[in-house]
C-alpha cells in the first residue's frame, strides 16, 4: 500500500466534490460523491442529515441562498485507516458569500469520512461548523 499516493488521492476527491458546489455551483453532481448512506451534522441543521439525497438537498439549498465568491482549504489531514481504504480527511475553511444582500466572510473546520465501495471513494460522513465563539 503506497500511504502518500492513496492520502493524495483521497485528498484531490475532497477537493472535487468542493468545487462541485462552490465553484461549478451543480450541487445535484454531489449525488457522484456522497454515498447513498451518507449523514452530516451541519452547522445549520438541529438534526443529522441522514442518507445522501438528504446532504445533496441541504448543500442545494445552501448554493441556491447565497453567491459564493470565494472558497479555499486550508492545511488539509488526511489519515488512512482499514488498509487504505477509509480515511479521515480533515481541514480548514475560508468562505465569503453574499446571502440576502449581505457580504459574509468566515470560516470555520470540515471532516469528512470516506470510503473506497466498488473501486471508488464515498463520503460516509461530515462533520462541519464555523469557528467557535
Known sequence: MDES???????EFVQKLNRV??????PNRLKEYFHKNMVAITATDRERREGGDSCVAGWRNFVEAVKIFHWKEVDPDVRLYCDGRCAVVTYYYDISFEMGGRSIKTGGRDMFVVVKEDDRWWVVADHFSPWPG
Open 5 to 11: 499516493k492513496i492520502k493524495n488521492e483521497v485528498w
Open 21 to 26: 458546489w462552490t465553484v461549478e455551483k451543480d
